[in-house]
């Protein structure tokens, strides 16, 4: 029996059963001629709901497209709307999938709505189409879905068979619960009240802050304690004025000052500061010089006398009495806006319009998005800042009018490069939640959670995550994780249950928890507020085994400082310290740390050598700064993987972030190929040094590891065979995707009959929201 007569008789079966009240959970045995194979089982489609997840609307009869054309690989099933995604239900397996990490919240067919950019329905019929918003009607039975993501994905549906009824139905509740009105009506809140917290007060499943060393949440002063000591910062303190979030709303209630600088004083100048943000302390060098970021002052009368009143407070907290180096960022980096625009022109190339890297012109539309040209910018502007602190040993002031956006990118940058500890896992994810999400950037209007105000919306931190993924790309021993670590982190945003990017600050997250208990009747017991996970315990979403993919074969360690009971202890990693010489060699200076002068021009890439050559004798010849000697000086020295990292920036040394951009599109998928292909190979050799090392253990008497239970807890995600003498081959599924697929989650519609003969003639989908409705193609 064909696929879709098949299930169509099982959906009118589930159609009786429910009309009939029943809640047997039978399967049905299908009627079949007397030449076929005698009645198959086939089990109910449903969606498989969270704690607090509920179903709102769904279409029987769908067909998920999965090339750009309809074909026999195409999926049929049910479309389901709930609180939390939009989930396709079917019994097909995708054609040459043979791997996917299992998402423990969401399913193989899933979209959480938080990552739907924009919900186009179309009618082929009457050729009309429409991006649909909140509360909006519907005039047209539509033929066709098309999801833009903000993963940059394309989900493309068919409703040739579906109800036309049930149809609008699901598309108008995707639209709507796909724009919540208020932060309240975001599903983490349902989620985290139904899983966290019982009708007693009692908190349940709760997540165990203890057991080895964790992330530290920064929302304790114990945690800045440690920090401080960790970074010898001696003359800094930890600030508790702003408990209850009496000074400053955008704050954390704990943050780290001078010592010469009292309570009384900064509650004074804290009405002086834009939005009452004192300046707050991020990391200390080792020479003494402090790292600082803050707000504009917003009294000009009182500008000159409390910056003198700060930067004196900041010199006394320097051994050498050194000065204070001031950077203003809005100055010297792109706006917010700028950024934004450059991802939508970014998104625009990489999926929407057709892809082929090795032309010209794809090349051209890249670079002229300005997305690369902004990911240097930032970096640039790191490394002018290491260079005051690594070089001139002063302190340096990070300047943003709100210290909210830019300030949180260049100070984490600078903590990478200088301090091995935020390269590695542990250390990385306490950065972001210090300079990000205690500081109090603003991630539910930057990834426009609410889908309010476009203006608001900017992908700072993604771009954060591309400076970091460039970084990584150059020094990939010097991390402890993994690319795929930093792609996971970036898909997370669009997971709407952690405390870690759903909030502007942490006072907003109180004080709606705060509410919505209220509301919802739900006894908080010693709980302030309901207690959201953050995004750090990734058991919430991956298994053990999944988790195993963030651990990088490469990584050289170091031995680690931590903080117990106010004393300093070591912790050694196993691998020992190696010096690597490095075969890059300094960047020449008229070219000024990766940029071009202003009156310098590239006809094109492969010109870059020549230019190189011919002008390399009268490049030494020119005067250096002072900043490009250090630079220079640096590059000209063996690379100490645990010390000072500089980045290349030269347009040739940076690269696009292929597995977050392009992991989407058939075309750029090199099937058993890629850098995983490296990583595969680096996997199991280590797991074979640490099978072969606890051997050696076990021989010579010591505490060890079984090897059948070195299987079972080995860190590598690809593990060496117990089989002497036998090399793992590459599985068939690798492929540079890895571990995504493009299969079912790009689906371009064919150019007649949609939304996408417009947007490929000039239409620009990802820069506005407005309605095409009633149009003809």
């Not at 010849?621 to 000086?633: A, K």
């Not at 640096?634 to 920036?649: A, E």
């Amino acid at each position: 029996m064909h696929t879709y007569q098949r299930l169509k008789t099982t959906f009118e079966f589930m159609e009786i059963m429910h009309l009939n009240a029943s809640s047997t959970e039978e399967t049905l045995a299908l009627k079949t001629d007397s030449n076929k194979s005698p009645q198959l089982p086939i089990k109910k489609l449903e969606a498989k709901l969270l704690p607090g997840e509920i179903v709102v609307n769904e279409a029987n009869f769908v067909k998920k497209c999965i090339s750009t054309e309809s074909c026999q690989d195409d999926l049929w099933g049910k479309l389901v709307c709930t609180n939390f995604k939009v989930s396709f239900i079917t019994h097909n397996s995708l054609p040459r999938q043979k791997f996917q990490c299992t998402h423990r919240l969401l399913g193989e067919h899933d979209i959480p709505l938080a990552c739907v950019e924009q919900v186009v329905t179309v009618n082929e019929v009457k050729g009309k189409q429409k991006i649909l918003g909140s509360n909006q009607k519907l005039k047209f039975n539509p033929t066709e879905l098309i999801l833009y993501c903000k993963d940059f994905r394309i989900i493309r549906f068919r409703f040739d068979e579906a109800g036309p009824e049930s149809v609008k139905k699901v598309c108008l509740a995707i639209a709507h619960y796909s724009h919540p009105a208020d932060p309240q009506l975001l599903f983490g809140f349902e989620y985290v009240g139904k899983r966290y917290h019982g009708s007693t007060g009692e908190t349940v499943n709760g997540v165990d802050p203890g057991g080895g060393l964790q992330t530290p949440l920064f929302d304790c002063s114990s945690d800045w304690d440690r920090e401080i000591k960790r970074t010898g910062a001696s003359e800094w303190r930890v600030c508790t004025i702003n408990q209850g979030y009496f000074i400053s709303p955008s704050l954390p209630e704990f943050f780290v000052v001078p010592v010469s600088l009292a309570d009384q004083d900064l509650k004074q100048y804290a009405c002086c500061f834009y939005s009452q943000r004192i300046p707050l302390w991020c990391w200390n060098h080792s020479s003494g010089s402090a790292l600082v970021r803050m707000s504009n002052i917003s009294d000009p009368l009182q500008q000159r006398k409390v910056e003198q009143r700060i930067s004196s407070a900041i010199i006394k907290s320097h051994p050498l009495r050194s000065d204070v180096f001031k950077s203003d960022l809005d100055k010297n980096l792109p706006n917010i806006q700028d950024i934004q625009a450059a991802l939508l022109k970014l998104r625009q190339i990489c999926v929407i319009e057709p892809f082929e890297e090795s032309e010209e012109k794809w090349l051209s539309s890249l670079e002229s998005s300005r997305w690369m040209e902004y990911v240097r910018t930032f970096l640039r502007h790191a490394v002018d800042v290491v260079y005051m602190l690594e070089s001139r040993h002063v302190s340096v002031i990070l300047l943003e009018k709100e210290d909210r956006d830019l300030s949180c990118v260049i100070s984490c940058l600078v903590q990478l490069m200088c301090d091995p500890h935020c390269r590695s896992l542990h250390g990385f994810q306490g950065l972001i939640q210090k300079e990000w999400v205690m500081a109090g950037h603003r991630f539910l209007d930057r990834c426009n959670h609410l889908k309010k105000s476009d203006k608001e919306e900017s992908p700072l931190f993604l771009l954060f995550l591309d400076c970091v993924w460039q970084l990584w790309n150059q020094y990939p021993a010097a991390f402890e994780f993994t690319e795929v670590y930093l792609t996971v982190l970036g898909d997370s945003m669009w997971v709407p249950v952690f405390s870690t990017f759903l909030f502007n600050c942490p006072r907003q997250r109180a004080e709606h928890s705060r509410d919505f208990a209220s509301s919802k009747s739900i006894h908080l017991g010693q709980d302030q507020a309901l207690r959201f996970p953050p995004v750090w315990d990734w058991s919430q979403q991956f298994s053990l085994k999944d988790q195993t993919l963030f651990n990088n074969p490469l990584y050289v360690g170091k031995i680690a400082t931590c903080v117990q009971n106010g004393t300093v202890k070591t912790f050694t990693h196993r691998r020992s310290k190696k010096n690597y010489s490095s075969t890059l060699r300094g960047v020449p200076s008229a070219l000024r740390n990766g940029s071009l002068g202003p009156n310098d021009t590239l006809s094109r890439r492969n010109s870059l050598i020549l230019r190189l050559r011919s002008d390399l004798s009268q490049v030494r010849e020119q005067q250096e700064t002072p900043s490009e000697r250090f630079i220079r000086d640096w590059f000209s020295r063996p690379i100490d993987l645990q010390g000072l990292l500089l980045p290349q920036l030269l347009p040739s040394h940076l690269s696009v972030w292929k597995l977050y951009f392009l992991r989407w599109v058939p075309e750029a998928q090199i099937p058993q190929g890629g850098p995983i292909t490296a990583f595969h190979k680096l996997s199991v050799l280590t797991d074979e040094i640490e099978m072969l090392q606890n051997q050696l253990r076990q021989y010579k008497g010591a505490g060890c590891t079984p090897n059948n239970q070195h299987m079972e807890h080995s860190k590598m995600y690809f593990k060496v065979t117990l089989t002497p003498h036998q090399s793992p081959a590459p599985p068939e599924y690798l492929s540079s995707s890895f571990p995504f697929s493009p299969v079912g989650n790009l689906c371009r519609p064919g150019i007649t009959g949609t939304p996408l003969s417009k947007f490929l003639s000039g239409a620009k989908i990802w820069l506005s929201t407005e309605t095409l409705a009633n149009e003809t193609i």
